[in-house]
């Protein structure tokens, strides 16, 4: 590079980093979210093929079953927004001096952490942490004498290495399960 591209690059300078929870659990809940309205409904047409129900009642159900989908549409894409909304609104903010927990979609919380009291971080990845590129970072807090964890985090590694750049006198404890033999070690 000569001295001229050096002057015309240009630096982003970033004031906080947000962390959320994997969004292979947020896709884990949708599809449970699925197969509970799938339940729901397969419950539903075993009930209106039951011989101990009357035809009368299977009538009377059946003529409002239009009203009955629609509510039943309505609490599913509800259920579905509010799943989503709350892994949007569940997230670690990391600024050079504190980490922010915030969550709640209504009623808002917040934590606060010191990074000049964190003293100890430890990594926890299990086997699927590893291959799906999920898992908990976990936060001592000297001053509060309280554990924190960044839960189900993407990329925990990441995370990791971007607290040891900001916390001088961080210590490492690893909790990960090692597997040789499919080339996942360090």
Known sequence: MNSESREN???IEVTHVNVRTS???LLLRLVLVDIIAAALTLFFFAFM???EISEGIKLQILSRNFAYFIIFVILKVTLTIY???AWLNEYYEITPEIIYHRRGIIFEDESKYRLDNIRVVKLIQ???GRF???GTLELYDIRLNKRMGFYLIHNPRRYLRILKSIIPKLEEEKEVLRMKSEGFDD
Do not use: A, D, E, Q
Request: proline share 6%.
């Open 9 to 11: 690059t240009k630096k």
């Open 23 to 25: 969004i292979f659990f």
């Open 49 to 51: 093929v039951s011989p």
């Open 83 to 85: 799943v989503v909304l």
């Open 126 to 128: 299990g086997i699927s």
């Open 132 to 134: 799906l590129n999920f």
